[in-house]
């Protein structure tokens, strides 16, 4: 099972970014998705969640309305579309599979990617 992220980068305060989750070995169908990130010195928190259809998402209050969350089961990938990005926002984001954990429990993750960093500029 590997996952890859991708499209972190520098962009300045108020900007966007769209980071993507690919999926080898595993049918992302099958996996409830998640999104962390970890800024230096601190420990790994959830950013959002989404089901195995998409019906249903989570995010943790910080993003909550401009970040969203999304999947193409079809093309085994998962999305965070970052808007209004803030200094506060910079870390290294981590895509995470769960065999049946749908929440924010980072111990609960099954598998994960090696990271993409995003860095906001103020």
């Known amino acids: 099972v590997r996952l890859v992220e991708s499209g972190g980068g520098m962009v300045e305060f108020g900007g966007s970014l769209r980071l993507s989750c690919t999926a080898t070995g595993v049918t992302v169908s099958n996996y409830p998705m998640s999104w962390f990130r970890q800024a230096p010195g601190k420990e790994r928190e959830f950013v959002a969640a989404i089901t195995w259809t998409g019906e249903s998402t989570d995010y943790t209050d910080s993003v909550q309305g401009r970040f969203i969350v999304s999947r193409d089961n079809a093309k085994n990938m998962v999305y965070l579309q970052m808007n209004s990005l803030k200094p506060e926002d910079t870390a290294v984001y981590y895509c995470?599979?769960?065999?049946?954990?749908?929440?924010?429990?980072?111990?609960?993750?099954?598998?994960w990617g090696q990271g993409t960093q995003v860095t906001v500029s103020s």
């Open positions: 995470a599979a769960s065999r049946g954990y749908w929440g924010s429990k980072a111990g609960e993750y099954d598998y």
